[in-house]
């Protein structure tokens, strides 16, 4: 069963040639019908989240501030960023896509979440707007849930690395944090030594991959250095920050993926979660249409045990030794701040 | 490690601020003889328009080599992507290896005030080299 947020009245948050535009929903819109679902597919309405919810991740004069700029009508924030006079209560409606979303899997006990929401979150820091983000989606539902007391996972294959969350989440030892993505790409964080602060020593795992790498590159990198990690951890929510600008067609970076290599991944994030009604599926980017619709298709029909992928899995490409790189360098960070931590010295 | 900066890096994204910055550093490169890198920070848009900066920023930088009378062969770009804060926190480490990083008070868009942050700042708090923050003159 899929539970998925009603369609978002989205058209206000536009920037006429910008690539984080309206039509991506539409193509998502798409991607859900081809599931052709019927009476497996439940549509719950998204609310705003509300302040305290937002309050749980974000600062409350960045709240005020994002608030005030909109309604001035809004403009460029940053050279990536923007927001219009609409983009505030969408924004609000988008975090509470999220909420809705999960509060309706714990209600049932059952089904695939997915969150279709725009502007995507993955970026935006508890102070900050940046890289097309306004609020940190994944991360309002993740501090909800980490407020009931919750050991929330969140995967974020998006092709690149999740700033946001990850600073959010830095010192939360019930939160642990996995990224694979580009690397170097903006927004220049997510190296391998990046592994959490001094509370949470370990919960954030980057894993940083060169440009052209391929599906079968992304899940070795997962299964051989996340999978242990994450295991241990034992989550009872899974979330992922579900971007799929790593498609080779996408034209904002340089990954090599397929729908069916992001079917695979899905399957991979789902089979951490301990039971079912425990897995939810956030957008974050995806820019080349046809490509986020597929993507898309392929993804939540995997994670509902279906095979929908237009295409097959990809293999080939570079990274074998970005991933050695990166386990060494983990590992090093790992053993230098503990070291730290043991001398009674802030790292 | 030198007495001196030997290589001195700026942020360099064409705001007034940037050219505050980067007067600044030119000129104290050329009184400590020291190489000067102007560092460009490419955002995920950078990505859809590849033009190079040194293009782009020709003409301001050419003016400031002669207002500085800094030598131009002591000056290189560092062009790459990520955010402002974290592209000049790396500036310390491989390729740029710089000792000493400038930036200017704040970044391009001032006008979305606190949302953006500041760079400057987060760059002081966080930075492994001494950091230099330039103020814009009044009514730049
Ligand atoms: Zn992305």
Same mark, same amino acid.
């Given at each position: 069963?899929?539970?998925?947020?009603?369609?978002?009245?989205?058209?206000?948050?536009?920037?006429?040639? *910008?690539?984080?535009?309206?039509?991506?929903l539409?193509?998502?819109? *798409?991607?859900?019908?081809?599931? @052709?679902?019927g009476?497996?597919?439940?549509?719950v309405?998204?609310?705003?989240?509300?302040?305290?919810?937002?309050?749980?991740?974000?600062?409350?004069?960045?709240? @005020?501030?994002?608030?005030?700029?909109?309604?001035?009508?809004?403009?460029?924030?940053?050279?990536?960023?923007?927001?219009?006079?609409?983009?505030?209560?969408? +924004?609000?409606? +988008?975090?509470?896509?999220?909420?809705?979303?999960?509060?309706?899997?714990?209600?049932?006990?059952?089904?695939?979440?997915?969150?279709?929401v725009r502007?995507? =979150? *993955?970026?935006?820091?508890?102070?900050? /707007?940046m890289?097309?983000?306004?609020?940190?989606?994944?991360?309002?539902?993740?501090?909800?849930?980490?407020?009931?007391?919750?050991?929330?996972?969140?995967?974020?294959?998006?092709?690149?690395?999740?700033?946001?969350t990850q600073?959010?989440f830095?010192?939360?030892?019930?939160v642990?944090?996995?990224?694979?993505?580009?690397?170097?790409?903006?927004?220049?964080?997510?190296?391998?030594?990046?592994?959490?602060?001094?509370?949470?020593?370990?919960?954030?795992?980057?894993?940083?991959?060169?440009?052209?790498?391929?599906?079968?590159?992304?899940?070795?990198?997962? @299964?051989?250095?996340?999978?242990?990690?994450?295991e241990?951890?034992?989550?009872?929510?899974?979330?992922?920050?579900? =971007?799929?600008d790593? *498609?080779?067609?996408?034209?904002?970076? @340089?990954?090599?993926?397929?729908?069916?290599?992001?079917?695979?991944?899905?399957?991979? /994030?789902?089979?951490?979660?301990?039971?079912?009604?425990?897995?939810?599926?956030?957008?974050?980017?995806?820019?080349?249409?046809?490509a986020?619709?597929?993507?898309?298709?392929?993804?939540?029909?995997?994670?509902? =045990?279906?095979?929908?992928?237009?295409?097959?899995?990809?293999? =080939?490409?570079?990274?074998?030794?970005?991933?050695?790189?990166?386990?060494?360098?983990? +590992?090093?960070?790992?053993?230098?701040?503990?070291?730290?931590?043991?001398?009674g010295? /802030?790292? | &490690?030198?007495? #001196?900066?030997?290589?001195?890096?700026?942020? #360099?994204?064409?705001?007034?601020d940037?050219?505050?910055?980067?007067?600044?550093? &030119?000129?104290?490169?050329?009184?400590?003889?020291?190489?000067?890198?102007? !560092?460009?920070?490419?955002? &995920?848009?950078?990505?859809?328009?590849?033009?190079?900066?040194?293009?782009?920023?020709?003409?301001?930088?050419?003016?400031?080599?002669?207002?500085?009378?800094?030598?131009?062969?002591?000056?290189?770009?560092?062009?790459t992507?990520?955010d402002?804060?974290?592209?000049?926190?790396?500036?310390?480490?491989?390729? !740029?290896?710089?000792?000493?990083v !400038?930036?200017?008070?704040?970044?391009?868009?001032?006008?979305?005030? &606190?949302?953006?942050?500041?760079?400057?700042?987060q760059?002081?708090?966080?930075?492994?080299?001494?950091? !230099?923050?330039?103020?814009?003159?009044?009514?730049?």
């Amino acid at each position: 069963m899929l539970i998925v947020n009603d369609p978002l009245d989205d058209l206000g948050h536009e920037d006429p040639g *910008h690539p984080e535009r309206p039509d991506r929903l539409v193509a998502v819109r *798409h991607a859900i019908a081809q599931l @052709d679902l019927g009476g497996d597919q439940v549509n719950v309405a998204a609310r705003a989240a509300t302040r305290t919810e937002l309050a749980a991740v974000h600062e409350g004069a960045y709240l @005020d501030e994002l608030g005030a700029f909109c309604y001035e009508g809004g403009g460029d924030i940053d050279e990536d960023t923007y927001a219009t006079y609409d983009s505030w209560a969408l +924004a609000q409606v +988008a975090a509470g896509a999220g909420l809705v979303v999960v509060d309706e899997l714990r209600r049932r006990g059952e089904g695939v979440g997915f969150v279709s929401v725009r502007p995507p =979150g *993955h970026h935006a820091l508890a102070d900050r /707007a940046m890289g097309f983000c306004l609020l940190n989606n994944v991360a309002i539902a993740a501090a909800a849930l980490r407020g009931d007391g919750e050991r929330v996972l969140i995967v974020d294959w998006d092709v690149h690395h999740g700033n946001g969350t990850q600073t959010i989440f830095w010192n939360d030892p019930d939160v642990l944090y996995v990224s694979t993505h580009q690397w170097p790409l903006f927004p220049g964080s997510g190296v391998a030594s990046e592994v959490g602060g001094p509370r949470a020593v370990g919960a954030t795992l980057n894993l940083p991959l060169p440009a052209g790498a391929t599906g079968d590159v992304v899940r070795r990198a997962l @299964d051989e250095v996340a999978a242990p990690v994450i295991e241990e951890f034992a989550p009872t929510w899974v979330l992922v920050s579900a =971007g799929f600008d790593g *498609h080779l067609a996408d034209p904002m970076a @340089d990954f090599a993926l397929s729908s069916g290599d992001f079917a695979r991944l899905a399957s991979w /994030a789902a089979s951490f979660a301990p039971r079912d009604g425990r897995l939810a599926f956030f957008l974050e980017g995806g820019y080349d249409l046809a490509a986020l619709r597929d993507s898309v298709t392929a993804t939540l029909a995997a994670a509902l =045990g279906d095979s929908m992928a237009s295409e097959g899995e990809t293999s =080939g490409g570079p990274g074998e030794e970005q991933i050695r790189r990166s386990m060494r360098e983990r +590992a090093s960070s790992l053993e230098l701040v503990r070291d730290q931590l043991a001398d009674g010295a /802030a790292p | &490690m030198s007495a #001196y900066p030997r290589t001195i890096a700026v942020g #360099y994204d064409g705001s007034p601020d940037a050219v505050a910055a980067a007067h600044w550093a &030119m000129a104290t490169a050329r009184l400590l003889g020291a190489h000067l890198v102007l !560092v460009h920070a490419r955002g &995920m848009l950078g990505r859809l328009d590849r033009r190079d900066p040194r293009t782009i920023f020709a003409a301001p930088v050419a003016d400031l080599v002669e207002s500085t009378g800094f030598d131009p062969t002591r000056l290189s770009w560092h062009d790459t992507d990520g955010d402002a804060c974290s592209v000049l926190l790396r500036c310390a480490e491989a390729p !740029v290896f710089a000792d000493l990083v !400038v930036v200017g008070s704040r970044g391009r868009d001032e006008h979305a005030g &606190m949302l953006l942050g500041s760079t400057s700042l987060q760059l002081a708090e966080r930075s492994p080299v001494p950091v !230099v923050i330039v103020p814009t003159s009044p009514g730049a």
